[in-house]
């Protein structure tokens, strides 16, 4: 069993940054590949990053590929997202996920957080 708990969301200007953290419990983290997905109002919930449990592979949505920075450490039992040049595009409620494939599907992710919220305003 793990149990994710995100950290880091906020509000900030177009073009600003904000680094999301998820804490994991259990000490089998390093087992796992870890995901980060965004929710917009109305909208379905969509793949953002992707790493695998070595850190040796790494996937982003078209999207965020040059602005965001998906990161582990596994000594920490942590996930990160660093998030650069933000656009009002990417509000939403970010949820980080731990699966045993870093793929970009919902379901092979078998623990998810509750989920941060960041607000990106013009």
């Known amino acids: 069993q793990v149990q994710l708990v995100e950290s880091g969301g906020g509000l900030v200007q177009a073009g600003g940054s904000l680094r999301l953290s998820c804490a994991a419990s259990g000490r089998t983290f390093s087992r796992y590949a870890m995901a980060w997905f965004r929710q917009a109002p109305g909208k379905e919930r969509e793949f953002v990053a992707t790493i695998s449990w070595s850190g040796g592979s790494i996937d982003y949505a078209e999207s965020v590929k040059g602005r965001f920075t998906i990161s582990r450490d596994n000594a920490k039992n942590t996930a990160y997202l660093q998030m650069n040049s933000l656009k009002p595009d990417d509000t939403a409620v970010y949820y980080c996920?731990?699966?045993?494939?870093?793929?970009?599907?919902?379901?092979?992710?078998?623990?998810w957080g509750q989920g941060t919220q960041v607000t990106v305003f013009s």
């Open positions: 996920a731990a699966g045993g494939s870093p793929l970009r599907i919902r379901i092979v992710y078998d623990y």
